[in-house]
């Protein structure tokens, strides 16, 4: 059989596919932490008190502050987005850098809160929280899982977007090939979404 | 649409068998090309479900040996519970999908390759590494997971066994699943060659996207669940533990809530697959498009409402028994629906029964006698009877096995000669389906019967008024697995032997038997255009 | 290709930094019914506002606004998927 090379056909750049795929990606993680939501609003049916009580003793300044450091990280991932689109690199590279800044934050913040109530024994298997009662130590668990699973989305989010500073600044990304950031934009809102029904969930519920 | 005489009179671009720059085991690893993709999900599920069959034989076994057994009460435990963990994540779930959607799916549409053939290529490293930490998980520690593959708490926080290495294991096969979701969506909604509207689709492709949106919104709830029961076990969080307040009916409703939609992500690529074959062995046009096309939606959509249907007897509200076995009740009117549009098909139809016609006519007959035992075992009151008994253990294995099992061999037989350019030995094919055919029936409808009769399932050994039984089912089970063989055999043998295969051996009429067999590495020479809808047999048997 | 096709909508900077705002004022006023009212009214504000919250998010942060309706479709089916699990699980929780 004569060879013949495979026939070259132009590499399509589907920026709508790209964005779609994203998208149903983003739908997984929502079922994801869903899961949690849906434990959350059973256990808090059946021990109501329990998680009042639950709520009041975590820091709730430490948990509105995280709040408006994420809401603002979503500020700076858009203006970047929209800086590149305008072919204003500096202010992109800006932006996702005080991104990456508030996240970062945002994990410190958490250290030092986790900190806090791990020294005080109130941690899973803790001293403290074996004595508590069920509901509370059904609250602890919760609020573990849930701030752990989504603290670990804010490390991968550091990642994805420090990488994507590195390809802005290596002009991977241009003002007419962003996808790449807009989809890693998203993935940042996400995680902040997450963060706007954890808020109330477990720091207002007292 | 280009035909089959332009193909020919232009030289052929080499197979995808022979495209490509890379040699030997790297052409396949390291491949992004959603046909080698498929083959190498096609190697790893057969080799897992060869291993898991071992597993079954081996328990049939055990329950011919009574007094006294072969093997202890917590050996049969960890055999039941990595069988089913083996067949469902790494046999079923990936099923006709991972094989004939990867490979099928871009050629019937008129497309190149998936969406993301990169992710594409990471969902076979998900399925690998999630395949080889379960086999780890026989091996290492202290042995075999041994909760059953439903990881019931609190015993599953309890068992001193692999739990944490079973339950990882299958975490990880869930991203597989998911990736391949999330691919097959974007591929279907972009990919489309010109003309194909989604009313213009080839049925199979309807399947698959319906299993790709339950692939997207379902997986994830049993990623969080085995993660929880992971945290619990190393962490000791306590969101299940009744010892800590938990409830382990939760874990239950978020195991289910998975598990159920995950048996349609198992049947919907299969039902898919035998939408295809049938039309094109009885030569007619299938009866009903829409309504295939839209009960396949509707199976997925009303399938994930119907998940306490496994918890009957385990101390739900009674609103939610009757809701759930209302919903189940609804849910066998799409799956009828397609029963009856397959059965008016062959009416007046050209039938040829050839081995693919053979095998998904007994995916049929074998699906319809699964679904109406899911009917009685839907009843509430009979439920209470038949719960974890072996007429469940008979139901399952009727609809994931004589459903999904024989229609993945059907599929199998169908496009093998497209996937590998070779035919195989037809006869061997059918004579192998005589003691496959008979020996599931021996086995499979057995357990039904001692299931009525009170035979409990997860027991390694029974009382004596069971034993005339499971010796039945047993040697059927043993005559069941030497036709596996045969039927396996004669494929392995056919990659090295077969004659060369033709473009289009069956007279199929959907774009893959208009590319050569194998396809070239970029399916198509030009994109199709395409002008009417994918059933069009001319001339005899027309719509 | 035409140069709003090569950049995609754009959505204006002002746009971002009002609808940061507006959550920052959302985020004040939810902390604020929470922590001074009862139950009743700030697990209502919770209801309300959160949802509010991550729409805007969703809407403008997130594009959503001035995507194809099939987008928007998807993104209600996803939410659509929750809610039905959370709200069948409590047909069964409420009633034992």
């Known amino acids: ?206 | 649409m280009t035909s089959a005489a332009h193909v020919a009179a232009v030289p052929a671009a080499p197979s995808f068998l022979e495209a490509g720059g890379r040699r030997g085991i790297l052409a396949w690893i390291l491949s992004t090309d959603h046909k080698r993709i498929g083959i190498l999900y096609l190697a790893t599920m057969v080799t897992m479900f060869l291993m898991a069959m071992v597993l079954g034989v081996l328990m049939r076994i055990e329950q011919l040996t009574v007094d006294p057994p072969l093997f202890s009460a917590s050996t049969y435990n960890a055999f039941f519970t990595v069988h089913g963990v083996i067949m469902i994540f790494m046999f079923v779930l990936p099923g006709a999908s991972a094989v004939f959607g990867n490979f099928c799916l871009p050629i019937m549409i008129g497309a190149r390759d998936v969406a993301f053939p990169r992710l594409n290529l990471m969902s076979w490293y998900f399925f690998v590494t999630g395949a080889l930490l379960a086999l780890t998980s026989l091996f290492t520690g202290n042995g075999p997971p041994d909760a059953g593959w439903t990881f019931y708490v609190p015993f599953s926080l309890r068992s001193g066994t692999n739990i944490l290495l079973g339950a990882f294991a299958a975490f990880v096969l869930g991203f597989s699943s998911i990736l391949t979701g999330i691919n097959f969506i974007t591929t279907v909604h972009r990919m489309r060659a010109p003309g194909m509207s989604w009313l213009r689709m080839p049925l199979f492709i309807w399947a698959l996207y319906a299993t790709a949106w339950v692939q997207v919104l379902a997986t994830p709830i049993i990623g969080i669940t085995f993660l929880l029961l992971i945290a619990e076990r190393t962490f000791g969080i306590g969101v299940f533990d009744p010892a800590k307040g938990g409830d382990p009916i939760l874990f239950q409703h978020l195991f289910w809530i998975y598990s159920h939609p995950a048996v349609y992500i198992m049947i919907l690529p299969a039902m898919g697959a035998v939408t295809e074959i049938i039309p094109t062995f009885a030569h007619r046009s299938i009866f009903g498009y829409k309504a295939i096309a839209y009960s396949s939606m509707g199976i997925a959509i009303l399938g994930s409402l119907v998940w306490g249907h496994h918890m009957f007897t385990s101390g739900m509200s009674d609103s939610a028994n009757l809701m759930f076995s209302l919903f189940t009740f609804l849910v066998a009117v799409p799956s009828a629906i397609k029963v009856f549009n397959w059965t008016a098909t062959l009416y007046k139809g050209s039938i040829e029964l050839k081995a693919p016609m053979l095998f998904a006519l007994t995916f049929v007959f074998l699906f319809c006698i699964g679904g109406l035992t899911g009917l009685i075992q839907g009843a509430l009151n009979v439920n209470v009877h038949l719960h974890d008994t072996y007429w469940i253990v008979g139901h399952f294995h009727y609809v994931m096995f004589g459903g999904t099992g024989m229609g993945f061999f059907a599929a199998l037989l169908y496009w093998f000669p497209k996937m590998f350019g070779k035919m195989y030995n037809e006869t061997a094919a059918k004579i192998a389906w005589i003691p496959i055919f008979i020996g599931f029936n021996m086995l499979y409808g057995g357990m039904l019967v001692l299931g009525y009769m009170g035979m409990p399932r997860r027991y390694y050994t029974h009382l004596p008024q069971f034993h005339t039984g499971h010796v039945i089912a047993s040697i059927g089970g043993f005559i069941m697995a030497t036709g596996l063989i045969l039927f396996f055999a004669n494929l392995f043998v056919a990659l090295f032997k077969g004659k060369k295969a033709e473009a289009n051996p069956w007279g199929g009429v959907t774009l893959e038997w208009q590319v050569p067999s194998p396809p070239p590495l970029e399916n198509f020479e030009e994109i199709p255009v395409i002008t009417h809808g994918p059933y069009r047999f001319n001339p005899e048997g027309a719509k | 290709m035409e140069r709003a096709e090569e950049h995609g909508h754009i959505v204006p900077y002002q746009t971002f930094i009002k609808v940061w705002l507006l959550l920052l004022f959302l985020t004040a006023l939810l902390v604020f019914v929470s922590t001074v009212f009862h139950e009743a009214l700030s697990v209502a504000a919770l209801l309300t506002l959160t949802p509010l919250k991550a729409g805007l998010v969703f809407f403008y942060f997130m594009h959503l606004k001035y995507e194809k309706p099939f987008l928007k479709s998807m993104v209600l089916v996803a939410l659509a998927t929750l809610t039905l699990f959370i709200g069948l699980i409590f047909i069964d929780l409420s009633f034992r």
């Open chain 1, 1 to 206: 059989m004569s060879s013949i090379p495979a026939m070259p056909h132009p590499v399509h750049k589907d920026r709508e596919g790209a964005k779609l795929g994203m998208w149903l990606f983003l739908f997984t993680e929502i079922l994801l932490f869903g899961g949690l939501f849906l434990l959350y609003s059973a256990y808090r049916a059946k021990y109501p008190l329990d998680f009042h009580t639950g709520g009041q003793h975590l820091n709730t300044f430490i948990g509105v502050a995280n709040t408006v450091i994420l809401l603002t990280s979503s500020l700076t991932v858009a203006i970047a987005i929209t800086a590149i689109q305008k072919g204003n690199r500096k202010l992109t590279m800006l932006c996702l850098s005080a991104t990456i800044g508030f996240a970062a934050l945002f994990l410190v913040n958490k250290y030092v809160e986790w900190s806090e109530e791990i020294r005080r024994g109130i941690y899973p298997n803790g001293p403290a929280l074996l004595k508590l009662p069920d509901g509370e130590k059904i609250f602890y668990g919760l609020y573990y899982s849930m701030t752990g699973l989504h603290g670990l989305h804010v490390l991968a989010g550091i990642v994805v977007l420090s990488v994507m500073l590195k390809f802005v600044h290596s002009n991977r990304i241009t003002s007419s090939d962003f996808t790449k950031l807009e989809n890693a934009g998203l993935y940042w809102h996400l995680v902040d979404v997450i963060w706007i029904f954890l808020l109330p969930l477990l720091y207002l519920a007292a």
